[in-house]
């Protein structure tokens, strides 16, 4: 199985803070993508990183591809508290299978 | 964008009845529909691929008789847990698959979710 594991499992933060999510695998992937899941909701697309050690921003929410292609980091500046929710990687390989990672439970505090 | 749609989005039923989840793709056609099942804060767990009139593949642990489920359309599959059990009771969540010839445009988007309570 092509596993990829997130850290930190659990999170909980101050507002304002920063806070960085890593998404791990020992398996390359032609894409990788980011989701953020509400409670009771589906998840939600964030972002699709394609080129190794590609940079992409969303607002405060900076992603990173690692240049393998294996692990991506994602990065929240000054998190508010509708940061909160559950922070999902998913990687896509050259088949178009899609594995999703483990997960972070991010919650900001007010 | 893309809308999934599922219904219902929570149901209760007792021990021993058979439960239908509806996932319809609202405007695009999705040859593709996966099914998962997730519990609180946990990531998502495939449980089938469904294609557009052929069976659905299973992954590995799960009951494919309890299970079932039909994708008689490129719009609507449907997942019905059979005989259904109080350790059955989670979130279902369907979704469908664009794919328009590139890794930027290979998307899976969600539906809503189902949840299900099996007294």
């Known amino acids: 199985t092509q596993l990829l594991e997130q850290s930190p499992q659990f999170l909980s933060i101050q507002e304002g803070e920063n806070l960085t999510v890593y998404c791990n695998s020992s398996?390359?992937?032609?894409?990788l993508q980011w989701y953020r899941q509400e409670p009771g909701e589906g998840p939600v697309l964030l972002v699709t990183?394609?080129?190794?050690?590609e940079v992409k921003k969303l607002k405060r929410l900076t992603f990173q591809f690692g240049d393998a292609r294996k692990d991506s980091s994602l990065h929240i500046t000054a998190a508010q508290t509708g940061d909160t929710g559950l922070y999902l990687c998913a990687g896509i390989n050259t088949g178009n299978q899609f594995y999703f990672g483990t997960g972070t439970s991010l919650t900001v505090i007010p | 964008g893309a809308v999934v749609s599922q219904h219902p989005s929570r149901v209760i039923c007792k021990s021993g009845t058979s439960v239908k989840i509806e996932c319809r793709s609202l405007d695009f056609q999705a040859t593709t529909m996966f099914w998962y099942r997730q519990f609180p804060k946990q990531s998502l767990m495939l449980m089938a691929t469904s294609n557009e009139g052929s069976k659905a593949t299973y992954e590995q642990g799960v009951e494919k008789d309890k299970f079932l489920i039909n994708h008689a359309s490129l719009t609507l599959s449907t997942l019905t847990v059979t005989s259904a059990h109080p350790e059955d009771s989670s979130f279902y969540i369907c979704?469908?698959?664009?794919?328009?010839?590139?890794?930027?445009?290979?998307?899976?988007?969600f539906g809503p979710g189902t949840r299900l309570t099996v007294l």
């Open positions: 979704s469908a698959r664009i794919l328009a010839g590139g890794p930027l445009t290979d998307t899976q988007y």
């Open positions: 990183v394609v080129t190794g050690g």
């Open positions: 398996s390359v992937f032609s894409s």
